[in-house]
């Protein structure tokens, strides 16, 4: 039974084409052969059960008729309020609940169904919550006659395949949503800011970053790799990285870079904390900048690079002006206890060990100055 309603050419075609980006409709239009059906969808309903899209095979389900669908026939379709009632999961056989008789006076199918061809209908809900559900159909027409407890099982194999695939592609979303949104917070610092993934690979870097790494400059990056132009540099620059995704403990490492112009670039790399909220997939972060070129710190900065809250940030700040753990928590009106305590989160996030290393690291931000 499994071989003839679901092979492999299928499953991959989910796993390698509709999870990146390629759309549902060579693997919808693969299960519709397999299913010998005239028709095959994925719909997706908005929190008020209102039709939202669809993908489909576009056999007879073309744009124009979901849109005749989504203005009018959704509200007279007897299957919503059979939906309405039941969990996910619920598989929807048209022979189990309309009989001839009723499909003859219903305005649905008399008015846009016989019009289609179609007649017979399994409609499984793959998912609801707060946002939506998720709808997996296949049709046929009275012709081909109704779908029997085989289709009914090869559609639910194809179902939870496809719930895996929405469930990976929220995930692949999320995470370049978090990588876009840490992009535009980054590219406003004036000092290279690149994060590393398991393999070494860039998974941000953002503009300054790139420039750093740009034509006849000391610093390399391709194919999202990260390397120093001089051979000697390069291999030092290797081993930190090769540490720093090694290692969550491993302490910051310094490296100075010289350019063909006679000047320079300080390169600090460090583990990916934990706690932040890029450590799912980064494992290394590594901060560029100029020496002779002046950067403007800020608190939002510290807490876009660190995940510091905002509290942090300006005692992070205040220990950069040369204050000491008193003199800061008397400046902002707060316990001792309280900036120690911060001061821990603060090294916790960093990577660091030591104040001292906190602010040699923030004020080596090259030519940092602190507002």
Known sequence: MQSALID???????????????GWTAALERFRGLIKADEVALSFFDASDEYSSSETTGHFLS?????????HYIYLDPKRHLFARRPVGFLFNDTAHFDDA????????????RPLGSRHTLDLLLDRDSTGGTYFA????????????????????????????LGL???????ESAVRSANAAFDRLNFGVIVLDGTGRAKIANRAAL???????????????LSARAAESDKALDAMLRGAIASSTLPAQVLH???????????????LPRAHP??????????????????????????????????????????????????????RGVKSATTRTQLLSILQKTGLHRQTDLVRMLTALPGTRIR
């Open 63 to 71: 744009e124009e008729v979901r849109r005749q669908y989504q203005e």
């Open 278 to 331: 890029l450590a799912e997939d980064g494992r290394a972060l590594v901060l560029v900048g100029n020496p002779a070129a002046p950067v403007q710190m800020h608190a939002p900065d510290l807490m876009a690079l660190f995940d510091l809250s905002l509290a942090e940030a300006e005692l992070a700040l205040a220990l950069m002006h040369g204050q000491t753990l008193n003199e800061a928590a008397a400046h």
């Open 169 to 175: 592609k929220r995930k692949v979303e999320a995470a």
């Open 8 to 22: 492999e050419r299928l499953v991959s075609t989910l796993y390698e084409t509709a999870l990146f980006g390629g």
């Open 257 to 271: 870079l010289s350019r063909a112009d006679g000047g320079s670039l300080v390169l600090w790399v460090m583990p």
């Open 138 to 165: 296949a049709m046929r027409n009275k012709t081909q006659g109704a779908f029997d407890d085989r289709a009914e099982a090869g559609l639910r194999q194809v179902a939870r395949h496809i719930a895996i695939v």
């Open 211 to 225: 420039e750093a790494a740009g034509e006849g400059g000391a610093l390399r990056l391709r194919g999202g790799h």
């Open 102 to 113: 009723f499909v003859a006076h219903d305005p649905f199918y008399q008015e846009f169904s």
